[in-house]
Every structure is written in C-alpha cells, then in structure tokens.
C-alpha cells in the first residue's frame, strides 16, 4: 500500500496545482458542448474519493452537493454526467474540502489493514478485480485521468501549467 500512498499524494497535489490562480468565473467554462467543467471534474474527484475514504472505514463527509454527482438508482458507480445547466460546487469549495478529505483519505489509506483491503466489493474498476485494494489501483487511474483532463482545460482557458512535481509541503 505505500507505493499507492505514494500515488494518491501526488495527485493530492496535482489537483491543488490544476486549480490554483484558476478565476471562478472560469470553473464553469467547457472547451465544447461535449466536455466536463472544472467544477464538474472538481467535484466528481472529490465525490469519488470522499467515497473511497468511507470504503476504507473512514468518516463520511456530508456533502449537500452528492446527488449533483451521484443518482442511486443508477447502477454502481452510479455516477451522473455532467450536465451544463446543473449548479456545481465552486472550485474554492472543492479544493477546500479536497485538502480535508484528502488528509483524512491519506491517514487511513496508510494505515489500513489487510482485511479492509481484501474486502470485496459489489464492482471494479478497469483493472479487474473485485477488492477494495483492487478498486484503488484503478482509482489512482482514474483520478490521473481527470486531472490530465483538468490540466487541459486549464491550458485551454489560458493559464499556465499546472506544477507536477509533489511539493514538499504534502511529502
């Protein structure tokens, strides 16, 4: 599990990079009819993880915004696509309640026991497999894949790169 630890703090990192400087009007903006917004991504990020921390047996924030992102009557994930005349979260919401999951999400992902990373779960991820440990190999997958989506809409809205390297400050 460290090598994972590992992976999710760098991308705990990316997704504060991918967001910082970036205006609040521009949260909402798509490059297309066909594409996510930032706050979208943001929030489905966010969503996603604050999910994996409850599997893990951590807390389980409250989000006001869950059904924004998430309709139980689809089947697991159960995951609503972006919709743009829905009202998401503002990126100072989800980089700020990013930084607490994130935190917590990281503390027990750490500490987890082998019984907890073992348990079997009704779905899994694109890398096969129906465990928990499973679901988070394609999570860091996953959330790679979103931020990569974010760091070019970010470039796209012209703002700089997003920094890549782990900063010192989360190591």
């Not at 990316?14 to 400087?21: D, I, R």
């Not at 949260?27 to 979208?40: A, F, I, V």
């Not at 465990?131 to 989506?149: K, P």
Request: aromatic share 10%.
């Amino acid at each position: 599990m460290e090598q994972q630890t590992r992976q999710f703090r760098l991308l705990t990192d990316w997704y504060l990079s991918v967001l910082e400087g970036v205006q609040p009007a521009d949260g909402c903006r798509t490059l297309s009819e066909h594409n996510n917004s930032l706050e979208w991504l943001a929030g489905h990020l966010l969503v996603t993880r604050s999910r994996n921390l409850a599997r893990l047996g951590g807390p389980t924030p409250e989000w006001s915004f869950l059904d924004a992102y998430v309709d139980p009557t689809l089947p697991l994930p159960g995951f609503r696509p972006f919709d743009s005349n829905r009202i998401y979260p503002s990126l100072a919401e989800c980089t700020s309640a990013w930084e607490r999951v994130s935190q917590t999400f990281l503390a027990t992902l750490q500490a987890a026991e082998e019984r907890v990373l073992q348990t079997v779960l009704p779905l899994s991820g694109p890398t096969g497999g129906h465990t928990l440990e499973d679901l988070l190999v394609s999570v860091v997958l996953h959330e790679a894949f979103h931020i990569g989506q974010m760091s070019i809409i970010r470039k796209a809205l012209g703002y700089p790169a997003m920094y890549w390297f782990m900063r010192p400050v989360h190591a």
